[in-house]
């Protein structure tokens, strides 16, 4: 009976020994499992570090087009604003009737593929001159450092870069919108003094700034009705 009961000491103690060494392990498993191995993390910062590569470029791919746009947004603008300038000085040229043009040096017009030339009152402001009267003004396409550039000087004011041309612009006239020549002028040509004085009738003049392709501006000048050609004496 003795023995019987030292026998079963010994396997109850033997049980709890190995339960507890069981519990032992699983807190040990379990411990494993709660941290992080030395290849588990250099994992986790590779997948990290190509994940930040792929957001930083993402941005900067966003940031550059968003600076594309903005450069491309004020080209247009500036491009416009170029535009309107040459057409605005373009339509402000004095066209004048032979009949009551009295100093054509400073009165007459002169235009060639690469130049116009004439009296201005500007309609409204433009990198050119201001509104008003400005008298002579003068266009001219230039070439320097492989640009073509539209100039533009007013009286005796510096000239000033109205716009970027395309190369072989130019000039041309057209006295009805159809057939159109590279120079006009309304100037009296030689041996015009003592000719008969032309009848008073309206005349209109068509102005192109064209490149190659037959693209650019056209402006229309008119010399309005003949009655407000002249002042009577009476009024002066």
């Known amino acids: 009976m003795h023995i019987l009961a030292k026998t079963t000491g010994a396997k109850v103690r033997a049980s709890l020994s190995s339960a507890t060494g069981l519990r032992r392990r699983n807190r040990m498993r379990k411990r ?10 250099l994992v986790v910062l590779a997948i990290s570090s190509v994940a930040l590569v792929v957001i930083f470029s993402i941005g900067r791919s966003a940031t550059d087009s968003g600076f594309r746009l903005g ?31 009295r100093d054509p040096e400073t009165q007459a017009i002169n235009g060639s593929s690469i130049s116009l030339e004439g009296e201005a009152v500007m309609m409204r402001s433009s990198a050119c001159a201001p509104r008003g009267w400005r008298g002579r003004v003068r266009l001219a396409i230039e070439s320097s450092r492989g ?21 072989q612009s130019g000039f041309i006239y057209s006295e009805d919108g159809v057939a159109w020549q590279n120079a006009w002028t309304n100037a009296p040509g030689p041996g015009a003094i003592g000719t008969p004085v032309p009848p008073l009738a309206s005349e209109a003049l068509y102005v192109g700034l064209l490149d190659p ?14 009655q407000g050609w002249y002042v009577p004496n009476d009024q002066l």
């Open 32 to 41: 494993r499992r709660a941290g992080f191995s030395l290849i588990e993390a």
């Open 213 to 226: 392709s037959g693209r650019g501006i056209v402006s229309a000048l008119s010399t309005g009705l003949p």
């Open 71 to 101: 450069r491309a947004a004020l080209a247009a603008a500036d491009s416009e604003v170029a535009l309107t300038d040459a057409r605005t000085v373009m339509s402000s040229f004095l066209l004048i009737p032979k009949a009551v043009l």
């Open 147 to 167: 640009q073509t550039r539209l100039m533009c000087q007013a009286g005796d004011a510096r000239p000033v870069r109205l716009m970027v041309l395309p190369q």
